[in-house]
């Protein structure tokens, strides 16, 4: 239900585009960790996917559409705002295929967000909207209200609207008034109803268009019904609320004119349009039926659209024993050349006939063929075997652990190829964190920091969590300089060449590295005429090696 009333709402408001402006549009996408939320058992990002794809699928080629995202690439992070689409015309479909890529993690910069796409539309220049969606509230101490005021002075013509996925009332006036200071409208995804008033207005308030001859009236209450079936003789899908009805006039060349004269999100759906040849046109997720069909006012034509279509709900696990679905978890539906998918538990249409459904948690991946009846609802386990490595390390055994974001642990294949080298299966910044999706099998862990590295051999279990250290044997030597214009640490003793390597360096008069135990050698270096100086010194692992040179 919930998922229809978004539609409904996204739908109206971008099918009143050409009402709310004359310039370019951007939609404000809502990629926060929140769009994780379920509503009725469906991640609301994953609604949201569906959703602006079908919008986008039904808006003429003239549109001029943008993207802007916030908070899909960093956790914790104000500024992750994408301009992720420039408003253009023809771009409906790069939008869907941004959004379907959308992964949410990060906080909701929702004002910045839409500061940053009202100077992409050029407001103080040109008349433009924007249309926020968003699942809460702003994050990042930002004032939505004060920033509608701001852009309604600052720009010749802008209106920002704004739908509240999923919000609360209360929650919904703190961000009603971006639209409501921009002359924009606040709608509710929830509320079919205020969205149908809200609109009314809306469009009342548009420029009144020319008049038009009064129309004949016609013969029947309805001259055409729409009736979409999943099989051949499967029954009408009279309360389904995801097949879309369009019926497009033809011109006398037979092409489809850029709007629908009658549409609707329903199964079963009748209108009366005037009489002519149009294209009927039905479509349920990524599933299309047409037909062009002569329409006219004396009598109803029923156009029935068989789909030859199933439904498959996909439940990926790691394991056969574990008891919901693992949210991480990729799944897509192939069929009849194209495909459709979420992550976490998965439901789509799909076309009758042989169908391919394939996972992956990481680079856990699997792929299994089914066929699919038209009518049926296809229900799956899709088992992808994945275990998670969590790491950690230490300087020495029984020594001090490694923390930080500085040491970087990788799974590797555990045999090496001709040249040494092993293939990394993936990789982290710093110990424990959310660990690393493999495969079962044996591999080893690879940690390396600063100049030191170590492995240690692993074995991964789907559905078990693997926690492995390993010893990089090191200690730290912390060098300080006063005056210095450069730190060297070299190793410890010369070549047979009489060479000696330098390990690394820096610009400063302080500096820091990790080696394995041994002897070294600091270099360091002054501006000017001042001698440079050198000094051995030795590390130990798991311990820090503090040395003042003057």
Known sequence: MFRTRLLSVLAVLFFALPAFADGKTIIVLDGSGSMWGQINGTTKIEIARETLRRVMETLPQNTELGLVAYGHREKGSCSDIEIAIPPAAGT????????????????????EAVRQAAAELRIEENAATVILVTDGLETCNADPCALGRELEAAGVDFTAHVVGFGLSEEEGRQVACLAENTGGLYLKADDAGQLAEALESTVASAPEPEPQPEPVPAAVEFNVRGIARLSENGPDMTDNTEVRWDFIPLGENGEPAKRSAAGAYRGVFAASVPAGTYRAKAQLGRITYETDVELTTDRTTDVVAVLDAGRVEVTPKRTPEESGADQSARVDVHFDGTKAGGYGETSVWAKAGTIKVTGNIGKATVEETHQLTAGETLKLDLII??????????????????????????????????????????????????????????????????????????????????????????????????????????????????????????????????????????????????????????????????????
């Open 385 to 550: 075997g994945s275990g998670l490595v969590v790491p950690a390390a230490v300087y020495a055994e029984g020594g001090p652990e490694v923390e930080g974001s500085s040491i970087r642990f990788e799974v590797k294949e555990a045999k090496a190829d001709l040249n040494g080298n092993r293939k990394t299966l993936s990789g982290q910044y710093g110990p424990g964190k959310q660990g690393m999706d493999v495969p079962p099998g044996d591999y080893v862990l690879h940690a390396r920091l600063g100049k030191a590295e170590a492995m240690v051999p692993i074995t991964v279990k789907a559905g078990e969590r693997t926690e492995a250290t390993v010893n990089i044997n090191a200690g730290v030597l912390a060098v300080s300089a006063p005056g210095a214009y450069r730190i060297e640490f070299l190793e410890g003793k010369k070549d047979i060449q009489g060479n000696q390597k330098t390990l690394s360096g820096t610009y400063a008069a302080e500096a820091q590295e990790t080696l394995t135990p041994g002897s070294y050698e600091v270099l360091v270096q002054y501006e000017g005429d001042r001698a440079e100086k050198r000094e051995k010194v030795s590390v130990t692992a798991g311990e820090r090696t503090e040395v003042v040179i003057e």
């Open 92 to 111: 409906a479909g790069a939008i869907a295929d941004f959004a379907d890529r959308l992964n949410p993690r990060g906080k909701t910069p929702l004002s």
